[in-house]
């Protein structure tokens, strides 16, 4: 009988899990499943293979679809799951409908919730991945927090629950994978430096045609060699709206890239330009100075730490240019900060901590 069951399904938990599933064995089996929320190779087994972890023990197979028919296939397959299984507690990820669907179907079991990556907020409360946080944080056992900031809120807004300050798991990937990033010219052929790394993703911003056509106005009139690494859901809709033939020198688009290949470019870049939560941390980790699409970031540390620029997707063509200047010029000054606001590296180990102490409670 597994003692725990890990429950994940996007690319970014895919990355989190290899940590977590390492940290956890020592307290018993852990029963990995993956839901299958992304399931194409490049937005998931690539990420297995690169970093070296065993295929999920189940893969559930829930696919795309609308928020409710995804949180719905994941809920019904995790309760089943769950229930032939009956583990000691469910760690979910992260803010994702597998996030959301996983933990619903612990909790109708009574089976005790550990949220990893608890308590971040957004105000817009009817974004997806805010409702799926709220909804979780609200039934978990355990809230596994990455900063002081959220262990802080975590603490007035659910007073009578556990709440332990572990850091962020993703800050022990990127300190483990270090040592393998090959130079970025290996990445993407003939590139040269002083690059910008993009990605887009989000819902909010690539499923609204202008706010997509004015991003990549905004990129193409940086005047600078852009790597744009483009998700499947933003590749749909750049045809959708028919920019992709009009992007041109010096945007490159390539395919979405596997983690190793994404950090180096990070790494490598003088400027980043996303909408992703993983890359804005991993620009701060990294020492590369980050633009983020976006009226608000879960991420406030980064901001604060000046390695973060938020500009508001109804305006990047506009402001885009002038926040990247900002944030070339903090590249430039080698101006770096103090990378800990997310714990040392040593997340997954604590935990595991924490989940011990909750089981043996
Ligand atoms: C999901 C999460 C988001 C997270 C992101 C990480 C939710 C609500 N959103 O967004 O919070 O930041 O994962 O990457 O859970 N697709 C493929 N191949 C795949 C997977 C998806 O082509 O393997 C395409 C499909 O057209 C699909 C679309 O991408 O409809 C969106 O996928 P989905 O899993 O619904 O959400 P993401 O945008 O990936």
Redesign the pocket.
């Known amino acids: 009988m597994p003692t725990l069951a890990l429950c994940y399904g996007?690319?970014?938990q895919i990355i989190k899990a290899s940590v977590l599933r390492r940290s956890l064995a020592p307290l018993g089996p852990v029963l990995a499943v993956d839901t299958g929320?992304?399931?194409?190779y490049?937005?998931?087994a690539v990420f297995y293979e690169q970093l070296g972890v065993e295929p999920p023990d189940l893969f559930l197979e829930v696919?795309?679809?609308s928020?409710a028919a995804?949180t719905a296939a994941v809920l019904e397959r995790a309760e089943a799951v769950l229930d032939r299984a009956r583990p000691a507690a469910v760690l979910v990820i992260?803010?994702?409908?597998?996030?959301l669907g996983a933990a619903l179907a612990a909790a109708k079991l009574r089976i005790p919730v550990v949220h990893v990556e608890a308590g971040l907020r957004a105000t817009d409360h009817l974004m997806?991945?805010e409702l799926?946080r709220r909804v979780v944080d609200a039934i978990a056992a355990l809230l596994c927090t990455p900063s002081a900031t959220v262990t802080a809120r975590m603490a007035r807004e659910h007073p009578g629950q556990r709440v332990v300050e572990t850091g962020d798991v993703a800050y022990d990937v990127l300190l483990g994978q270090l040592g393998r990033l090959a130079p970025p010219d290996t990445v993407v052929p003939g590139l040269g430096p002083g690059y910008i790394f993009a990605t887009l993703?989000?819902?909010e911003l690539v499923d609204h045609p202008e706010r997509l056509a004015g991003a990549v106005a905004g990129l193409q009139a940086l005047g600078r060699e852009v790597v744009f690494a483009v998700?499947?859901?933003t590749r749909?809709a750049l045809e959708r709206c028919g920019i992709t033939n009009r992007v041109a020198w010096p945007v490159r688009l390539v395919p979405a890239v596997g983690y190793l290949q994404s950090l180096a470019l990070a790494r490598g870049a003088a400027v980043l330009v996303t909408d992703?939560?993983g890359l804005q941390r991993e620009g701060y980790w990294l020492g590369t100075p980050c633009v983020t699409l976006r009226a608000e970031t879960e991420w406030e540390e980064t901001v604060s730490a000046g390695a973060n620029l938020l500009v508001s997707p109804d305006d990047a063509a506009r402001s885009l240019p002038a926040a990247f200047e900002t944030q070339l010029a903090r590249w430039n000054g080698s101006a770096r900060w103090d990378p800990t606001a997310y714990g040392t590296g040593h997340a997954a180990a604590r935990v595991a901590d924490a989940v011990r102490a909750l089981l043996s409670s």
């Open positions: 996007t690319r970014p929320q992304h399931y194409d490049e937005l998931n696919g795309s679809g928020h995804q992260g803010d994702t409908n597998s996030t997806a991945e799926n993703h989000r819902a998700h499947p859901r749909n992703s939560g």
